[in-house]
């Protein structure tokens, strides 16, 4: 379950601004708060059944924006050959420095 709300957490955080405020909104109750279906039911002013399919909607959406749009599998190719390219110029203070930056900059 870690993971599937790691990965839905960080589909979030690229694709939020293509998901409705209702769609953010439970998904960050859900995901990044840990509220249960009830709270978020509650909160909402739906039934739980409601909020649940809401949720399933949601996440689907955004793996589809994933599926299309490949930005999160792109975000990863990228910090993964930072990486390797920081242990293969180990030595190299400046340019590991320049290449933290870009890690922090990939997100």
């Given at each position: ?5 790691n990965y839905i957490n960080n589909l ?96």
């Amino acid at each position: 379950m870690l993971e599937k709300t790691n990965y839905i957490n960080n589909l979030l955080d690229i694709y939020e601004g293509l998901l409705n405020q209702k769609q953010n909104s439970v998904l960050n109750m859900y995901y990044a708060e840990d509220f249960s279906l009830s709270e978020i039911a509650e909160n909402m002013g739906m039934t739980k059944q409601a909020a649940s399919d809401l949720i399933k909607r949601s996440e689907k959406k955004l793996e589809n924006f994933e599926e299309a749009l490949k930005l999160s599998e792109l975000e990863a190719s990228r910090a993964r050959f930072i990486h390797n390219l920081m242990k293969k110029y180990e030595g190299h203070s400046e340019l590991i420095s320049d290449l933290e930056k870009l890690l922090e900059i990939n997100g």
